[in-house]
């Protein structure tokens, strides 16, 4: 790889902390700043504060505090011209940072330090799309890194695309999030699209009489997976190691094994409107396989049930759009060290 310009980007909100990702932006930007000619970072604990010499320019914008000031970010940075991404934060900046390179047409590597729940909670986890680096932070080389392609998820409304993703899809209306604390709570999903923190114990549906969940594929033509108001969780995931193992009560391993690249399923139990609990057990989904290029479709979502990719609320639904999920094998790309 032939790296001159680099960006450097952080989330003070990763579920590491602020003080743990700025550490590691710090440590990150020393190591890298003698490498190369002209370095971008984002502004103020998106990068500014910990990265600041000579070859530094602070491009983008902060003011939000949404996942909007990262695809704004990154979509500048593209147009400054940037080799390379250095991204330290959880699984959902480096998506939206990706959706902001493709606003612009374009699909660079991205080097990714773990800073956020999942990420750094497992980490002997297999599949990490863009993590090359977890745990303290370890000097490198530039010139050790290579590309890898990396599999991922597109998500449409309406046949237009809302988002990129490297894990699954779901829609529900409350997300996961770490507090002030570190503790792990549920929050109002719609809320949190405004930047709102909003802890909540209940979901509200997703589903009434008039929901469809349906498979359009080349191969396996046209089937519907569920339909009815006590649909919950409806997931898309594509299939990876590891992955495999979890989706669909362990189907994905043997969907994967025959061929296929991606899995579909939900839970058909309205009591429960995010992860199901010990009082739910025992625990029944139903679920289908696919390949790649087929589309998963959702029609008649409840108003204003929030779509989410890889655990990030996207954006609020309409009865009457229509989303489809369909997996593309090489997505992203991903810079990773040689002797990884």
Not at 47 to 64: A, L, M, R, W, Y
Not at 237 to 247: D, E, K, M, S, T
Request: overall charge negative.
């Amino acid at each position: 790889m032939n790296i001159n310009r680099i960006a450097i980007l952080s989330n003070p909100f990763s579920g590491s902390g602020r003080e743990r990702v700025l550490e590691l932006t710090h440590q990150a930007y020393e190591c890298l700043e003698p490498q190369v000619s002209d370095i971008l970072v984002g502004p103020g604990d998106m990068g500014e504060v910990v990265c600041q010499g000579n070859k530094v320019s602070v491009i983008g914008q902060d003011n939000t505090k949404t996942r909007m000031d990262t695809i704004e970010t990154a979509k500048q940075m593209v147009k400054r011209g940037v080799d390379l991404f250095v991204i330290i934060s959880g699984d959902g900046t480096y998506n939206d940072a990706f959706e902001g390179m493709n606003l612009v047409g374009e699909t660079l590597p991205i080097f990714g330090i773990a800073a956020g729940r999942f990420n750094v909670i497992f980490p002997k986890r297999v599949h990490d799309p863009f993590v090359s680096m977890r745990g303290d932070f370890k000097p490198f080389s530039l010139d050790d890194l290579i590309e890898e392609d990396v599999i991922g998820l597109v998500t449409r409304v309406n046949d237009k695309i809302v988002s990129y993703g490297f894990f699954w899809v779901t829609v529900a209306n409350v997300v996961a999030h770490s507090d002030a604390e570190g503790n792990f709570i549920t929050i109002d999903a719609a809320k949190y699209i405004d930047g709102k923190v909003v802890p909540v114990l209940e979901a509200p549906p997703i589903a009434s009489k008039e929901t469809k969940v349906t498979l359009l594929s080349n191969v396996l033509g046209e089937m519907e997976l569920a339909s009815g108001p006590d649909i919950t969780m409806p997931i898309v995931a594509h299939l990876v190691p590891q992955i495999n193992q979890i989706v669909a009560g362990g189907f994905g391993m043997m969907a994967e094994s025959m061929g296929f690249h991606g899995v579909a399923y939900y839970y058909p139990n309205a009591k429960f409107g995010f992860i199901p609990t010990p009082e739910n057990f025992p625990i029944e989904t139903k679920s289908l396989a696919f390949f790649a290029g087929d589309k998963v479709r959702y029609t008649g979502i409840v108003d204003g049930s929030v779509l989410q990719v890889d655990s990030t609320a996207i954006c609020t639904l309409k009865s009457s759009d229509v989303l489809t999920v369909e997996v593309v094998l090489t997505l992203g790309k991903k810079a990773i060290l040689k002797t990884a």
